[in-house]
Structures are given as structure tokens and as C-alpha cells.
């Protein structure tokens, strides 16, 4: 098992910044992929930014040059920054951790992320 609790959501005005942090606790396996997530209302929930243990990231189009992903092996922690926001950035947020293919694959509770215009 894996846990994964989020902080750093809150509300924002649009061009604002927040970082995003997971904390990953549990058996944790290396290699992994850990990566963030978001679901707006009446929306699917999406790939924001991926990040393996070796630290090779992937970013969705929409927030590519606008966010950061990284994080500390050590710690189990991953962070992401987020720049220059916009209304459409407005989603629960979610942390999500991944290993042995997809055998091992767990979720955060979400944390809220409100950009004001």
C-alpha cells in the first residue's frame, strides 16, 4: 500500500503562482512514476505533468512553460510549481504514484485549485 496526501491547493488571482506538494508513504518501489493530475467539473480527469525516478518529465500542452515538476527521491516527496495561472487552470488536483506497470497505482484525496480572474 501507498499513501499519498497533497497540500498547497487554495485560491489564487489569475497571473498568481502555487506549488503543489505529495507526500508518498507506504512501500514504495523504484523504478516509479509519480505525476499530478486534475479534474474540472464536468470534466475528465487529466495528465498535468508526469516524473520518473530518474527525473525525466512530461508535461501536458496546456501547461507546458507555465509549470514544474519535480522531486526529492529521498523524501518521497513531489512538488509542482505552477506560473502565471489562469481561470482554466481551476481543477481538484490530484497526486498519483505508479510502478511495476501499473500493478502498484494510487491516488491522493485531491486538493483544490482556484484561480480568480
Known amino acids: 500500500q501507498v499513501q499519498l496526501v497533497e497540500s498547497g491547493g487554495g485560491l489564487v488571482e489569475a497571473g498568481g503562482s502555487l506549488t503543489l506538494s505529495c507526500a508518498a508513504s507506504?512501500?514504495?518501489?523504484?523504478?516509479?512514476?509519480m505525476g499530478w493530475y486534475r479534474q474540472a467539473p464536468g470534466k475528465q480527469r487529466e495528465l498535468v505533468a508526469g516524473?520518473?525516478?530518474?527525473?525525466?518529465?512530461n508535461y501536458a500542452d496546456s501547461v507546458k512553460g507555465r509549470y514544474t515538476i519535480s522531486r526529492d527521491n529521498a523524501k518521497n516527496l513531489v512538488y509542482l510549481q505552477m506560473n502565471s495561472l489562469k481561470p482554466e487552470d481551476t481543477a481538484v488536483y490530484y497526486c498519483?504514484?505508479?510502478?511495476?506497470?501499473?500493478?502498484?497505482?494510487?491516488w491522493g484525496q485531491g486538493t483544490q485549485v482556484t484561480v480568480s480572474s
Open positions: 498519483n504514484y505508479r510502478a511495476l506497470a501499473g500493478a502498484q497505482n494510487y
Open positions: 507506504g512501500i514504495i518501489i523504484r523504478p516509479n512514476t
Open positions: 516524473i520518473t525516478t530518474g527525473s525525466s518529465t
